[in-house]
């Protein structure tokens, strides 16, 4: 009895030519062991927390301003901790109340426990970024606020790896 055959083509003179179903496994399970070995190689999963929580950070914050710039109240983001931040809203009678943010559980953000973030201006460390009704960006949190003095820059770190994200004064631009 003669093994199975895939016919690939047939050759003058009736002689045929194929594979046979052991070789076509076995080249398709050489080829899904390249695949996932090049895939494991290239995607790790450290390396993208921290880019990937800088974008979550700076949607928080555009979302921020653009909630200031549609009220009359200052809104703005306050970092509790170095892990921990919180959206707020100014109200009239000088406090704040924290305000969920979209796609958020809780009223604050926890960051996973090897990423820290931190905010400069001018080289001073800030612990509030708030928006004017203007979506001018401040320092202070308060009813009226008075303009960032420099640019702020945003930090995460994990370990030796550190990505920042720069908000321009006065408008709030934040690429």
């Known amino acids: 009895m003669q093994p199975f055959r895939f016919k690939i083509s047939r050759l003058p003179g009736g002689n045929s030519r194929g594979f046979t179903m052991i070789e076509i496994i076995a080249v398709l399970l050489i080829l899904g062991f390249l695949a996932f070995t ?11 927390e921290v880019p990937e929580r800088l974008e979550t950070l700076k ?5 921020a301003q653009a909630a200031a710039l549609n009220s009359s109240n200052v809104w ?6 170095s892990r921990t931040y919180a959206l707020f809203r100014m109200n009239d009678d000088g406090t704040s109340t924290r305000i969920r943010l979209p796609g958020e559980s809780a009223t604050t953000v926890t960051l996973p426990s090897t990423v820290s973030a931190g905010a400069t201006c001018g080289g001073a460390n800030v612990t509030v970024i708030s928006f004017t009704e203007w979506g001018a960006p401040s320092t202070t949190k308060a009813d009226d606020p008075p303009p960032a003095a420099a640019d702020i820059v945003i930090t995460l770190a994990q370990g030796s790896e550190s990505k920042s994200a720069t908000m321009i004064k006065n408008t ?3 690429p």
């Open 172 to 174: 709030g631009y934040l």
């Open 59 to 63: 949607s928080h914050l555009r979302f």
């Open 76 to 81: 703005g983001i306050e970092m509790v901790d």
């Open 38 to 48: 090049a895939v494991s190689m290239l995607y790790q999963p450290g390396a993208v």
